[in-house]
């Protein structure tokens, strides 16, 4: 509870903050609306708002399952095969340097604008080069002298990538996993704003800005961020199970 | 038969390099089946480079080594080596239990012995009561305790030792003396054990190996031939300080080298 506390004082006085300076300044609605109008037009469009927000949250949830799951596979195999790891890894990093969601209006002319296939597979795409460089790295990162112990045991390959590889590369992982899952959202939204199915975020918001309806639009984007929350809180709920023993996580 | 023998072994770290270092020169040792052989030196002088080529995880730059008829890697191969490192070297994901387990689980031994093997393991080191505790729930003796009871859980035929009391305090470390010397004449394992401190090595060994620096040689071997089985009245043996003083005066002759 005294953990929650500042950040609770901040953000409600934020909002006064806002409410206020929007109340004095006179700052029009299409600038700036009132966080109290906002929440009107929350509370008017809530069901709305509620099945365009899961949609996109399940889309963007489902294309982080898929690329993280691929990322650790491709990982994995680098991790293993000397050859896979110098063809993939370069590439990978290449890759992770453009902006790959160029792709959310090609995806449209590839799966149909109307099939949830494109919105994953951009969001899975998007995700799956940091999670994969930071996967690679923390397979490679294990300690020497735990090297040293398992060859020492005469451990095959396989058993020190199991034992010792793949739990060395867990915090890793998961602090990709923290930064993809931000990266999901923001991946499954503006593939959105490409077209697709009304009841999405990404159409929602750009439909109301379209009628001037800042309100609403703003009442989206709030949901956005609360949906983003969930899905950060969701990686850290997993990673305190998959990782109990990491420095970040433990409690004496 | 002879468990190990080092054959005119050099080791030259990264060589024609700026940084080459010429860890040991002309190394000469044989360690009886079922010998205890301690090495003392200097800071530097190559006793855990000297392990590290015993146990297979480097290979000398000229020379041969044999370990148990075989090369070191086919020994290795045959889970012949325990190895305790200077470090702890605990996996920090795995409770103290599965630690202890872990050669036992990659050498595929069924679940219910490699159980019965990490208790009696722990008993022994004394921290039956931290099986559930992580790594870092630990003090440094204790971690190492651990790596020790990990060592001996598989029962190889060969335990190199790195300084393996050395963050132990003095009872601790009198007891665990005791405990390895117990274990030694009981399996008859040969050992190779590394240690900074005199009283330790006498106590111990058959046999007291000295080391100088730069490059790593050995400089003398002092026969401990103290009776076994070897306990408190040992330490109190005239006998027992006239070994001390020959083992100090051969670290001596090191120095003024
Ligand atoms: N992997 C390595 N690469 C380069 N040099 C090394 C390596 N390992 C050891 N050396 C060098 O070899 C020499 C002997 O090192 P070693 O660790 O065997 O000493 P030691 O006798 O065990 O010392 P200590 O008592 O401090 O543990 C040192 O000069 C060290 O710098
Ligand atoms: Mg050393």
Redo the contacts between chains.
């Keep these: 509870m005294r953990r929650w506390g500042p950040a609770a004082v901040l953000f409600a006085g934020g909002l006064a903050v806002w409410e206020a300076a929007v109340r004095i300044f006179n700052i029009k609605g299409f600038i700036l609306p009132a966080p109290t109008a906002i929440a009107a037009a929350f509370e008017a469009e809530a069901s709305d708002l509620f099945e365009a927000g899961w949609s996109t949250f399940t889309t963007a949830l489902a294309g982080l399952a898929a690329g993280s799951a691929a990322a650790v596979l491709v990982s994995l195999a680098a991790a293993r095969w000397r050859f896979i790891r110098d063809g993939a890894v370069p590439f990978a990093v290449a890759a992770n340097s453009t902006p790959i969601i160029v792709l959310a209006p090609i995806a449209n002319s590839w799966f149909g604008i109307l099939s949830p296939a494109g919105s994953i597979f951009v969001v899975a795409v998007l995700v799956f080069f940091p999670v994969m460089i930071n996967m690679v790295r923390g397979l490679l990162s294990a300690?020497a002298?735990?090297m040293?112990?398992?060859?020492?045991?005469?451990?095959r390959r396989g058993?020190v990538l199991r034992?010792?590889q793949l739990?060395t590369s867990?915090p890793y992982l998961f602090s990709a996993m923290k930064v993809a899952a931000a990266l999901s959202l923001i991946g499954a939204i503006v593939k959105e704003f490409f077209g697709g199915p009304q009841a999405r975020l990404g159409q929602y918001i750009t439909t109301k800005a379209g009628l001037l309806q800042f309100e609403e639009a703003w009442a989206a984007i709030a949901l956005a961020s609360a949906f983003g929350m969930a899905l950060y809180l969701l990686v850290v709920w997993i990673e305190r199970r998959a990782?109990p023993?990491?420095?970040s996580v433990?409690r004496? | 038969m002879t468990a190990v023998r080092l054959s005119g072994v050099d080791m030259v770290f990264n060589p024609g390099t700026g940084q080459e270092v010429k860890a040991l020169a002309g190394i000469d040792l044989a360690v009886g089946q079922g010998e205890f052989v301690s090495l003392i030196g200097p800071s530097g002088c190559g006793k855990s480079t000297m392990l590290?080529l015993i146990?297979?995880?480097i290979s000398p730059t000229v020379g041969a080594v044999a370990v148990n008829g075989k090369t070191p890697s086919a020994a290795?191969?045959?889970?012949d080596?325990g190895?305790v490192?200077q470090?702890a070297?605990l996996?920090?994901?795995?409770k103290i239990r599965a630690n202890v387990e872990?050669?036992l689980?990659?050498?595929e031994t069924d679940k219910g012995e490699r159980r019965e093997r990490a208790e009696a393991m722990l008993e022994l080191v004394g921290l039956a009561d931290f099986a559930d505790h992580?790594p870092?729930?630990l003090s440094g003796g204790m971690q190492q305790r651990v790596s020790i009871a990990r060592a001996l859980a598989f029962e190889p035929s060969i335990l190199l030792m790195d300084e393996p009391f050395g963050a132990l305090d003095e009872m601790t470390r009198e007891r665990m003396q005791a405990e390895l010397l117990r274990i030694w004449s009981e399996t008859r394992t040969t050992v190779v054990f590394v240690t900074h401190s005199i009283p330790e090595a006498v106590f111990l060994s058959n046999r007291v190996v000295i080391m100088s620096p730069r490059p790593g040689r050995i400089t003398r071997a002092v026969d401990i031939d103290l009776p076994q089985p070897r306990n408190r009245e040992t330490r109190e043996d005239q006998r027992f300080f006239e070994l001390l003083t020959s083992v100090r005066d051969g670290l001596r002759a090191v120095e003024d080298m």
């Design positions: 300690d002298s735990q040293e112990l398992l060859d020492s045991y005469a451990a058993t034992k010792l739990p867990g990782i023993w990491h420095i433990r004496a | 590290r146990g297979d995880l290795r191969i045959d889970r080596y190895m490192f470090s070297t996996l920090e994901w795995r872990l050669p689980e990659i050498m992580y870092w729930q």
